[in-house]
């Protein structure tokens, strides 16, 4: 079955560091793939997403690149902010047919201390 | 603020009962999914609802069902409850059938079972 599978945590970086975030997948087909972001206390948002090999999405300063050939979607951002503190998720769906749910990772926090 | 509303936001319970979590979908959302979060299982999906009609089914327990009613909001009703049960529940919702739509989560509701 499709899985996604995340870099564990905790990250912990100091403010206006490189962050890396990696994210691989396991799906047939072309899935859809997402990050969302939780921040404490509150519901997941969606944060970028990507619906084709070497789409690239975009959001408050964070990218990911569907590779294709490395089944991967790894989030990056360049100068990161305490306000970025969060759990992340990395997520996948399979359109078509009756397969409509996502399928999630097991998510990754990031603490960013000033 | 998603829009999403879910009730209660905290629930302790004992093993055996039953309880109801309830949510009320954006205004003008159609579908209503639930999931559940869990240390050990992550993000799993739960089932969708569409306009009423059941439309995708993850790994519900078949301890737990669902439903969703003509005004759109959904409950989700989970009985002969284990501590395993223990976890935060997630209402998310979109305004469509598939999720390669973006979905908006609740808060969550956070269920303890003792």
């Known amino acids: 079955g499709d899985s996604v599978t995340q870099m564990e945590g905790p990250v912990t970086l100091s403010e206006e560091a490189f962050l890396t975030i990696n994210c691989t997948y396991t799906a047939t087909g072309y899935p859809s793939l997402f990050w969302y972001v939780q921040y404490p206390g509150e519901g997941l948002q969606l944060l970028l997403k990507?619906?084709?090999?070497?789409d690239k999405g975009s959001n408050k300063g964070f990218e990911a690149t569907y590779r294709k050939e490395t089944t991967s979607f790894h989030l990056e951002k360049g100068s990161v902010q305490v306000s970025d503190s969060a759990v992340y998720f990395c997520?996948?769906?399979?359109?078509?047919?009756?397969?409509?749910?996502?399928?999630f990772g097991k998510g990754t926090l990031l603490t960013v201390n000033p | 603020d998603s829009g999403v509303t879910q009730t209660p936001k905290h629930l302790i319970t004992a093993t055996g009962q039953r309880v109801t979590l309830r949510c009320s979908p954006r205004s003008g959302d159609l579908s209503v999914y639930w999931y559940q979060q869990s240390l050990d299982q992550g993000l799993q999906f739960l089932i969708q609802y569409y306009n009423g009609e059941e439309r995708a089914k993850g790994n519900i327990l078949e301890r737990f069902s669902a439903q969703q009613f003509p005004d759109l909001h959904s409950e989700l009703n989970l009985s002969s409850l284990e501590l395993g049960d223990s976890a935060l529940y997630f209402c998310?919702?979109?305004?469509?059938?598939?999720?390669?739509?973006?979905?908006?989560f609740g808060s969550g509701t956070q269920l303890s079972v003792l």
């Open positions: 997520a996948l769906v399979r359109p078509g047919g009756s397969n409509y749910k996502l399928t």
């Open positions: 990507a619906t084709k090999a070497d």
């Open positions: 998310a919702s979109s305004p469509g059938q598939t999720t390669n739509e973006k979905l908006f």
